[in-house]
């Protein structure tokens, strides 16, 4: 199989585990009565399976030089991802799951359009252009059949 079939099915299934970390993440704030606690716990399994990726792979502590060099605003990523947790358990059971990643995909789209125009947080300037603007708009309209 090819890299890139492979990538693309490694994407694809990707994209299907958000939906089931959600539906998980949902069940058990209805189970636990807490958004709160449903995200540590997310969090908590995610740390734990990180750990043992760094394990499996005998990686290596970054040296505190390179560490040190880092931007602040690198290290703050997990708390975006903690937003998305915590909205996705709230979410989710009032929009539905395929509203909800409808939604979600269309966001990520029109940043990703706009991150990328401008290059901000050391993405490749990419600018916008018509095939661009109208592959969001596609987005966008499925966004709007799908919530009927």
Not at 89 to 104: D, E, H, M, R, S
């Amino acid at each position: 199989m090819s890299n890139l079939i492979f990538s693309i099915l490694l994407a694809f299934g990707a994209g299907v585990s958000i939906v089931i970390q959600q539906a998980l993440n949902s069940n058990l704030r209805t189970e636990l009565n807490s958004a709160a606690w449903s995200g540590f716990v997310s969090y908590a399994a995610g740390l734990a399976c990180m750990a043992l990726l760094v394990i499996a792979l005998r990686d290596p502590l970054p040296p505190l030089g390179a560490m040190a060099r880092i931007p602040w605003w690198a290290w703050t990523g997990g708390v975006f991802g903690a937003i998305f947790i915590g909205l996705g358990i709230v979410l989710v059971p009032k929009l539905g799951a395929a509203t909800f990643i409808a939604l979600l995909i269309a966001g990520q789209m029109i940043g990703s359009v706009v991150f990328d125009h401008f290059g901000w947080l050391g993405l490749a300037q990419r600018s916008i252009d018509l095939s661009r603007v109208i592959g969001v708009l596609l987005l966008v309209a499925g966004v709007l059949l799908i919530r009927r």
